[in-house]
Protein backbone atom coordinates (compact mmCIF):
# COMPACT_ATOMS: atom_id res chain seq x y z
CA UNK A 1 0.00 0.00 0.00
CA UNK A 2 1.24 3.27 -0.87
CA UNK A 3 1.85 5.39 2.15
CA UNK A 4 1.32 9.24 2.70
CA UNK A 5 3.90 11.79 2.64
CA UNK A 6 4.27 13.52 6.33
CA UNK A 7 4.31 17.27 4.62
CA UNK A 8 2.45 19.11 2.10
CA UNK A 9 4.55 21.89 2.64
CA UNK A 10 7.22 19.82 -0.03
CA UNK A 11 4.59 18.24 -2.19
CA UNK A 12 3.35 21.68 -3.02
CA UNK A 13 7.10 22.62 -3.73
CA UNK A 14 8.00 19.77 -5.66
CA UNK A 15 5.37 18.79 -7.22
CA UNK A 16 4.11 21.95 -8.46
CA UNK A 17 7.60 22.96 -9.94
CA UNK A 18 6.54 23.17 -13.39
CA UNK A 19 3.91 25.19 -12.86
CA UNK A 20 6.22 27.61 -11.03
CA UNK A 21 8.55 27.21 -13.87
CA UNK A 22 6.33 27.74 -16.77
CA UNK A 23 4.27 30.60 -15.15
CA UNK A 24 7.48 32.68 -15.06
CA UNK A 25 8.19 32.59 -11.86
CA UNK A 26 11.09 30.77 -12.19
CA UNK A 27 14.54 32.79 -12.24
CA UNK A 28 12.80 35.82 -11.20
CA UNK A 29 14.51 37.88 -8.91
CA UNK A 30 11.25 38.52 -6.40
CA UNK A 31 10.44 34.89 -6.16
CA UNK A 32 9.30 33.87 -3.33
CA UNK A 33 10.93 33.12 0.00
CA UNK A 34 11.11 29.69 1.88
CA UNK A 35 8.54 30.87 4.35
CA UNK A 36 6.18 32.15 2.03
CA UNK A 37 6.51 28.66 0.07
CA UNK A 38 3.30 27.20 1.47
CA UNK A 39 0.62 29.93 0.40
CA UNK A 40 3.33 30.91 -3.05
CA UNK A 41 3.10 27.31 -3.97
CA UNK A 42 -1.03 27.46 -3.71
CA UNK A 43 -0.63 30.35 -5.67
CA UNK A 44 1.42 29.37 -8.40
CA UNK A 45 -1.04 26.80 -8.68
CA UNK A 46 -4.31 28.89 -8.94
CA UNK A 47 -2.25 30.87 -11.11
CA UNK A 48 -1.74 28.00 -13.85
CA UNK A 49 -5.54 28.27 -14.15
CA UNK A 50 -5.83 30.98 -15.80
CA UNK A 51 -5.02 32.11 -19.60
CA UNK A 52 -2.50 34.71 -19.34
CA UNK A 53 1.13 33.87 -17.92
CA UNK A 54 4.11 36.58 -17.65
CA UNK A 55 6.55 36.89 -20.59
CA UNK A 56 9.12 39.05 -19.48
CA UNK A 57 11.51 40.01 -16.73
CA UNK A 58 12.91 36.39 -16.47
CA UNK A 59 16.09 36.10 -15.65
CA UNK A 60 18.26 33.05 -17.91
CA UNK A 61 21.60 32.23 -18.57
CA UNK A 62 22.78 32.88 -21.92
CA UNK A 63 22.61 28.95 -22.85
CA UNK A 64 19.05 29.47 -22.00
CA UNK A 65 18.73 32.48 -24.04
CA UNK A 66 20.33 30.98 -27.42
CA UNK A 67 18.19 28.14 -27.24
CA UNK A 68 14.44 28.70 -25.98
CA UNK A 69 12.04 28.93 -28.76
CA UNK A 70 10.20 32.13 -29.22
CA UNK A 71 6.82 31.49 -27.29
CA UNK A 72 4.11 30.58 -29.34
CA UNK A 73 0.68 32.80 -29.74
CA UNK A 74 -2.25 30.75 -28.03
CA UNK A 75 -5.27 29.88 -29.70
CA UNK A 76 -8.72 31.59 -29.04
CA UNK A 77 -9.96 27.98 -29.11
CA UNK A 78 -8.04 26.94 -25.97
CA UNK A 79 -10.42 25.16 -23.79
CA UNK A 80 -11.10 26.94 -20.74
CA UNK A 81 -9.00 25.18 -18.42
CA UNK A 82 -9.80 27.36 -15.44
CA UNK A 83 -13.05 25.18 -15.50
CA UNK A 84 -10.56 21.89 -14.06
CA UNK A 85 -10.41 22.93 -11.23
CA UNK A 86 -13.35 24.34 -10.43
CA UNK A 87 -16.72 23.56 -8.77
CA UNK A 88 -19.38 25.01 -6.98
CA UNK A 89 -18.75 26.47 -4.01
CA UNK A 90 -18.79 24.31 -0.11
CA UNK A 91 -22.23 25.33 1.44
CA UNK A 92 -19.67 25.55 4.53
CA UNK A 93 -17.47 28.62 4.80
CA UNK A 94 -14.11 28.08 5.89
CA UNK A 95 -13.16 27.81 9.59
CA UNK A 96 -12.07 30.99 11.00
CA UNK A 97 -11.88 29.89 14.47
CA UNK A 98 -8.67 28.50 15.98
CA UNK A 99 -6.98 25.60 14.69
CA UNK A 100 -7.59 22.16 16.05
CA UNK A 101 -4.34 21.22 18.30
CA UNK A 102 -4.56 17.60 17.60
CA UNK A 103 -1.13 16.27 15.26
CA UNK A 104 -2.71 14.94 12.09
CA UNK A 105 -1.49 11.98 10.11
CA UNK A 106 -0.58 12.45 6.56
CA UNK A 107 -3.02 10.13 4.48
CA UNK A 108 -5.72 9.91 6.74
CA UNK A 109 -7.43 12.64 5.58
CA UNK A 110 -10.44 11.27 3.59
CA UNK A 111 -12.95 13.74 2.24
CA UNK A 112 -16.73 11.71 2.64
CA UNK A 113 -18.43 14.33 2.98
CA UNK A 114 -18.15 16.86 -0.50
CA UNK A 115 -19.48 19.50 1.34
CA UNK A 116 -16.50 19.57 3.92
CA UNK A 117 -13.99 19.65 0.94
CA UNK A 118 -13.27 23.87 1.43
CA UNK A 119 -12.46 23.05 5.18
CA UNK A 120 -8.69 21.86 5.07
CA UNK A 121 -6.08 22.70 2.93
CA UNK A 122 -5.44 19.37 0.96
CA UNK A 123 -7.61 15.69 1.09
CA UNK A 124 -5.80 12.44 0.33
CA UNK A 125 -7.03 9.30 -2.50
CA UNK A 126 -9.47 11.82 -4.14
CA UNK A 127 -10.81 10.60 -7.27
CA UNK A 128 -11.30 13.26 -10.17
CA UNK A 129 -14.57 13.93 -10.88
CA UNK A 130 -15.96 13.47 -15.07
CA UNK A 131 -15.93 17.56 -15.66
CA UNK A 132 -11.97 17.62 -14.76
CA UNK A 133 -11.65 14.07 -16.74
CA UNK A 134 -13.61 15.56 -19.82
CA UNK A 135 -11.60 19.15 -19.85
CA UNK A 136 -8.15 17.63 -19.14
CA UNK A 137 -9.10 15.52 -22.54
CA UNK A 138 -9.60 18.39 -24.30
CA UNK A 139 -6.77 20.30 -22.93
CA UNK A 140 -4.16 17.86 -24.02
CA UNK A 141 -6.01 17.12 -27.53
CA UNK A 142 -5.32 20.89 -27.76
CA UNK A 143 -1.57 20.20 -26.64
CA UNK A 144 -1.26 17.61 -29.39
CA UNK A 145 -2.18 20.25 -32.31
CA UNK A 146 0.23 22.76 -30.98
CA UNK A 147 3.85 20.72 -30.79
CA UNK A 148 6.89 21.67 -30.34
CA UNK A 149 8.51 22.21 -33.79
CA UNK A 150 11.50 19.77 -35.01
CA UNK A 151 14.08 22.06 -34.89
CA UNK A 152 13.41 22.58 -31.23
CA UNK A 153 12.74 19.23 -30.41
CA UNK A 154 16.03 18.27 -31.39
CA UNK A 155 17.77 20.94 -29.83
CA UNK A 156 16.22 19.99 -26.44
CA UNK A 157 16.72 16.24 -26.94
CA UNK A 158 19.57 16.61 -28.10
CA UNK A 159 21.44 17.80 -24.91
CA UNK A 160 19.25 17.70 -22.13
CA UNK A 161 22.00 18.19 -19.40
CA UNK A 162 22.73 21.32 -20.70
CA UNK A 163 19.26 22.40 -19.55
CA UNK A 164 19.46 20.80 -16.19
CA UNK A 165 23.40 22.79 -15.66
CA UNK A 166 21.25 26.26 -16.37
CA UNK A 167 18.30 25.19 -13.90
CA UNK A 168 21.18 24.18 -10.94
CA UNK A 169 23.23 27.76 -12.24
CA UNK A 170 20.22 29.73 -11.37
CA UNK A 171 18.94 27.87 -8.17
CA UNK A 172 21.79 26.00 -6.60
CA UNK A 173 20.32 24.35 -3.76
CA UNK A 174 17.55 26.22 -3.06
CA UNK A 175 14.85 25.60 -5.08
CA UNK A 176 13.70 21.83 -3.65
CA UNK A 177 13.43 20.87 -0.37
CA UNK A 178 14.89 18.17 1.58
CA UNK A 179 12.57 14.82 0.70
CA UNK A 180 12.32 13.77 4.76
CA UNK A 181 9.86 11.86 3.99
CA UNK A 182 11.60 8.65 2.40
CA UNK A 183 11.70 6.57 5.19
CA UNK A 184 8.23 6.61 5.92
CA UNK A 185 7.39 5.85 1.73
CA UNK A 186 10.53 3.28 1.03
CA UNK A 187 10.69 1.33 4.85
CA UNK A 188 13.61 -0.51 3.28
CA UNK A 189 15.81 2.72 3.67
CA UNK A 190 14.84 2.45 7.47
CA UNK A 191 16.77 -1.00 7.11
CA UNK A 192 19.49 -0.46 5.74
CA UNK A 193 20.61 2.57 7.73
CA UNK A 194 19.84 1.15 10.69
CA UNK A 195 22.52 0.03 13.30
CA UNK A 196 24.13 -3.51 12.80
CA UNK A 197 22.73 -3.65 9.67
CA UNK A 198 26.13 -4.92 7.61
CA UNK A 199 27.32 -3.62 4.49
CA UNK A 200 24.79 -1.27 2.72
CA UNK A 201 24.90 -0.16 -0.90
CA UNK A 202 22.24 2.81 -2.38
CA UNK A 203 22.45 4.43 -5.70
CA UNK A 204 20.60 7.53 -6.13
CA UNK A 205 20.07 8.34 -9.66
CA UNK A 206 19.08 12.02 -10.71
CA UNK A 207 20.54 13.34 -6.92
CA UNK A 208 20.37 16.70 -7.83
CA UNK A 209 21.69 18.55 -5.66
CA UNK A 210 21.35 16.24 -2.75
CA UNK A 211 18.03 16.77 -1.47
CA UNK A 212 17.88 12.94 -1.19
CA UNK A 213 21.15 12.09 -0.58
CA UNK A 214 21.54 14.14 2.79
CA UNK A 215 18.93 13.76 4.45
CA UNK A 216 19.29 9.61 4.37
CA UNK A 217 22.62 9.97 5.54
CA UNK A 218 21.35 12.02 8.54
CA UNK A 219 19.30 8.97 9.50
CA UNK A 220 22.38 6.55 8.97
CA UNK A 221 23.38 4.97 11.98
CA UNK A 222 24.94 1.64 10.03
CA UNK A 223 28.89 2.01 10.32
CA UNK A 224 28.77 -0.19 7.08
CA UNK A 225 26.44 1.91 4.95
CA UNK A 226 27.52 3.98 1.63
CA UNK A 227 25.12 6.02 -0.97
CA UNK A 228 26.31 6.99 -4.25
CA UNK A 229 24.40 10.42 -5.72
CA UNK A 230 24.79 10.28 -9.61
CA UNK A 231 23.80 13.04 -11.93
CA UNK A 232 24.45 13.92 -15.42
CA UNK A 233 24.28 17.54 -14.70
CA UNK A 234 28.04 18.81 -13.43
CA UNK A 235 26.59 21.78 -11.75
CA UNK A 236 24.28 19.51 -9.77
CA UNK A 237 27.23 17.42 -9.17
CA UNK A 238 29.61 20.22 -8.07
CA UNK A 239 26.72 21.40 -5.51
CA UNK A 240 26.20 17.66 -3.92
CA UNK A 241 30.00 17.85 -3.38
CA UNK A 242 30.74 22.03 -2.31
CA UNK A 243 28.53 20.83 0.48
CA UNK A 244 29.97 20.72 4.48
CA UNK A 245 28.44 17.63 5.37
CA UNK A 246 29.17 15.88 2.05
CA UNK A 247 32.65 16.10 2.64
CA UNK A 248 32.55 15.06 6.21
CA UNK A 249 30.63 12.32 5.09
CA UNK A 250 32.93 11.55 2.14
CA UNK A 251 36.10 11.25 4.80
CA UNK A 252 34.39 8.33 6.16
CA UNK A 253 33.47 6.78 3.01
CA UNK A 254 30.03 7.13 3.40
CA UNK A 255 29.34 9.02 0.42
CA UNK A 256 30.32 9.47 -3.49
CA UNK A 257 29.46 11.82 -5.75
CA UNK A 258 29.62 11.98 -9.45
CA UNK A 259 28.41 12.93 -13.06
CA UNK A 260 26.88 9.94 -14.50
CA UNK A 261 24.50 9.65 -17.44
CA UNK A 262 21.91 6.71 -17.25
CA UNK A 263 21.13 6.58 -20.81
CA UNK A 264 23.82 5.59 -22.12
CA UNK A 265 23.83 1.93 -23.02
CA UNK A 266 26.35 -0.77 -20.90
CA UNK A 267 27.46 1.78 -18.13
CA UNK A 268 27.99 2.10 -14.69
CA UNK A 269 28.64 5.41 -11.88
CA UNK A 270 32.24 5.92 -11.07
CA UNK A 271 33.33 3.40 -8.32
CA UNK A 272 29.96 0.91 -9.13
CA UNK A 273 30.57 -2.23 -9.25
CA UNK A 274 28.03 -4.51 -11.19
CA UNK A 275 25.79 -6.74 -9.26
CA UNK A 276 26.95 -4.40 -6.00
CA UNK A 277 24.00 -2.30 -5.14
CA UNK A 278 21.22 -3.24 -2.78
CA UNK A 279 18.70 -0.24 -3.65
CA UNK A 280 18.51 2.20 -6.58
CA UNK A 281 16.67 5.33 -5.38
CA UNK A 282 14.68 6.41 -8.64
CA UNK A 283 12.88 9.72 -7.44
CA UNK A 284 11.27 12.25 -10.22
CA UNK A 285 14.13 11.19 -12.38
CA UNK A 286 12.95 8.45 -14.57
CA UNK A 287 10.54 10.86 -16.07
CA UNK A 288 13.38 13.21 -17.67
CA UNK A 289 14.40 10.68 -20.20
CA UNK A 290 13.09 10.47 -23.38
CA UNK A 291 10.61 7.16 -24.02
CA UNK A 292 14.51 6.07 -26.83
CA UNK A 293 16.11 5.98 -23.69
CA UNK A 294 14.29 4.21 -21.59
CA UNK A 295 15.75 0.78 -22.19
CA UNK A 296 18.71 1.43 -22.02
CA UNK A 297 18.38 3.24 -18.45
CA UNK A 298 16.33 0.42 -17.29
CA UNK A 299 19.38 -2.09 -18.64
CA UNK A 300 22.43 -0.08 -16.29
CA UNK A 301 19.81 -0.39 -13.39
CA UNK A 302 19.49 -4.28 -13.89
CA UNK A 303 23.12 -4.47 -13.90
CA UNK A 304 24.23 -2.42 -10.86
CA UNK A 305 21.58 -4.32 -8.44
CA UNK A 306 22.22 -7.27 -7.06
CA UNK A 307 19.76 -9.81 -7.31
CA UNK A 308 16.74 -9.28 -5.08
CA UNK A 309 17.91 -5.58 -5.12
CA UNK A 310 14.94 -2.94 -5.41
CA UNK A 311 14.34 -0.21 -7.14
CA UNK A 312 12.37 2.66 -5.19
CA UNK A 313 10.36 4.74 -7.64
CA UNK A 314 8.14 7.94 -7.70
CA UNK A 315 7.32 10.10 -10.26
CA UNK A 316 4.95 12.53 -12.08
CA UNK A 317 1.45 10.44 -12.61
CA UNK A 318 -0.90 10.66 -16.08
CA UNK A 319 -3.23 13.66 -15.82
CA UNK A 320 -1.38 15.38 -13.04
CA UNK A 321 -2.37 19.02 -12.94
CA UNK A 322 1.29 19.28 -13.87
CA UNK A 323 0.38 18.17 -16.95
CA UNK A 324 -3.00 19.48 -18.01
CA UNK A 325 -1.64 22.54 -17.82
CA UNK A 326 0.84 22.85 -20.52
CA UNK A 327 0.00 25.25 -22.86
CA UNK A 328 1.31 25.24 -27.07
CA UNK A 329 4.75 24.71 -28.05
CA UNK A 330 5.41 22.31 -24.83
CA UNK A 331 4.19 18.97 -26.72
CA UNK A 332 6.96 16.70 -27.40
CA UNK A 333 5.19 13.28 -27.76
CA UNK A 334 2.56 11.42 -26.00
CA UNK A 335 2.37 12.39 -22.50
CA UNK A 336 6.19 13.96 -22.79
CA UNK A 337 6.54 17.55 -22.59
CA UNK A 338 9.30 20.51 -22.02
CA UNK A 339 8.75 23.03 -19.73
CA UNK A 340 9.66 26.43 -19.55
CA UNK A 341 13.27 26.13 -18.41
CA UNK A 342 13.68 23.65 -20.93
CA UNK A 343 14.07 20.48 -18.97
CA UNK A 344 11.55 17.75 -19.87
CA UNK A 345 9.07 15.32 -18.26
CA UNK A 346 7.09 12.60 -18.84
CA UNK A 347 3.87 11.26 -16.88
CA UNK A 348 3.37 7.84 -16.36
CA UNK A 349 0.82 5.00 -15.53
CA UNK A 350 0.83 2.19 -13.60
CA UNK A 351 0.10 -0.11 -16.99
CA UNK A 352 2.98 1.20 -18.96
CA UNK A 353 5.88 1.04 -15.38
CA UNK A 354 4.54 -2.71 -15.26
CA UNK A 355 5.36 -3.02 -19.04
CA UNK A 356 8.73 -1.09 -18.35
CA UNK A 357 10.02 -3.17 -15.44
CA UNK A 358 8.46 -6.54 -16.28
CA UNK A 359 8.14 -6.40 -19.94
CA UNK A 360 3.94 -7.28 -19.40
CA UNK A 361 1.36 -5.64 -21.04
CA UNK A 362 -2.06 -5.76 -19.28
CA UNK A 363 -4.11 -8.27 -20.35
CA UNK A 364 -7.32 -6.59 -22.21
CA UNK A 365 -10.42 -7.57 -21.03
CA UNK A 366 -13.17 -9.17 -23.58
CA UNK A 367 -16.66 -7.90 -22.93
CA UNK A 368 -19.33 -5.32 -24.17
CA UNK A 369 -18.13 -1.85 -23.77
CA UNK A 370 -16.20 -1.72 -21.06
CA UNK A 371 -15.38 1.69 -20.85
CA UNK A 372 -12.05 1.12 -22.45
CA UNK A 373 -12.21 2.96 -25.43
CA UNK A 374 -10.21 6.03 -24.41
CA UNK A 375 -7.37 3.45 -23.27
CA UNK A 376 -7.43 2.23 -26.84
CA UNK A 377 -7.48 5.66 -28.31
CA UNK A 378 -4.53 6.29 -25.87
CA UNK A 379 -2.64 2.70 -27.02
CA UNK A 380 -3.15 3.60 -30.71
CA UNK A 381 -0.82 6.50 -30.03
CA UNK A 382 1.56 5.89 -27.68
CA UNK A 383 5.01 6.10 -28.83
CA UNK A 384 6.38 3.45 -26.28
CA UNK A 385 9.68 2.24 -27.69
CA UNK A 386 11.13 -1.33 -28.98
CA UNK A 387 13.82 -2.60 -26.04
CA UNK A 388 14.38 -5.07 -23.67
CA UNK A 389 11.61 -4.40 -20.80
CA UNK A 390 11.79 -6.77 -18.08
CA UNK A 391 14.01 -8.44 -15.20
CA UNK A 392 11.97 -7.25 -12.35
CA UNK A 393 9.34 -8.18 -10.41
CA UNK A 394 6.40 -5.94 -8.45
CA UNK A 395 6.63 -5.64 -5.01
CA UNK A 396 4.26 -2.94 -4.65
CA UNK A 397 2.41 0.00 -7.09
CA UNK A 398 -0.09 2.45 -6.99
CA UNK A 399 -1.36 5.50 -7.64
CA UNK A 400 -1.12 8.36 -5.19
CA UNK A 401 -3.49 10.91 -5.51
CA UNK A 402 -4.16 14.35 -3.67
CA UNK A 403 -6.46 17.33 -4.05
CA UNK A 404 -5.16 20.49 -2.50
CA UNK A 405 -7.40 23.44 -1.85
CA UNK A 406 -6.96 26.89 -2.08
CA UNK A 407 -10.15 27.58 0.60
CA UNK A 408 -10.08 31.76 0.14
CA UNK A 409 -11.15 31.37 -3.41
CA UNK A 410 -12.28 27.57 -3.19
CA UNK A 411 -10.41 26.12 -5.68
CA UNK A 412 -9.23 22.88 -5.98
CA UNK A 413 -6.00 21.28 -7.41
CA UNK A 414 -5.78 17.39 -8.49
CA UNK A 415 -2.12 16.15 -8.29
CA UNK A 416 -1.20 12.23 -9.20
CA UNK A 417 1.92 10.64 -8.17
CA UNK A 418 3.01 6.86 -9.51
CA UNK A 419 5.08 5.09 -6.38
CA UNK A 420 6.32 1.81 -6.72
CA UNK A 421 9.06 -0.78 -5.23
CA UNK A 422 10.39 -3.31 -8.13
CA UNK A 423 13.00 -6.06 -7.11
CA UNK A 424 15.53 -7.51 -9.58
CA UNK A 425 14.57 -11.03 -10.92
Not at 212 to 226: A, I, K, S
Amino acid sequence: MIRRFPFLDRMVLESTVQVARSCGWFGRRNFPSSTSWHLAGLSIAHLALSQNYPTTTITTTAAMTQDTPAPLPLSTALPDITQLALESPSTTPPPNGPKDPTPFKFGTRLLTDPSSVFEHNAWDHVETDEAYRAASAAQISFQRSRPVDPFNKHRFNSDPAKWWDAFYKNNTTNFFKDRKWLHQEFPLLEVLTSQGAGRASVVELGCGAGNTLFPVLRLNRNEEFCIHGCDFSRKAVELVRAQEEFVKEAERGRVYASVYDLSQRDTLPEGVEEGSVDAVIMVFVFSALSPEQWANALANVRRMLRKGGKVLFRDYGRGDLAQVRFKAGRYLEENFYVRGDGTRVYFFDQDELRWIFTGQRKAKVEGPDTGDKRQEEDEERSTFPEGDFRGFKINDIGVDRRMLVNRKTQVKMYRCWMQAVFEKL
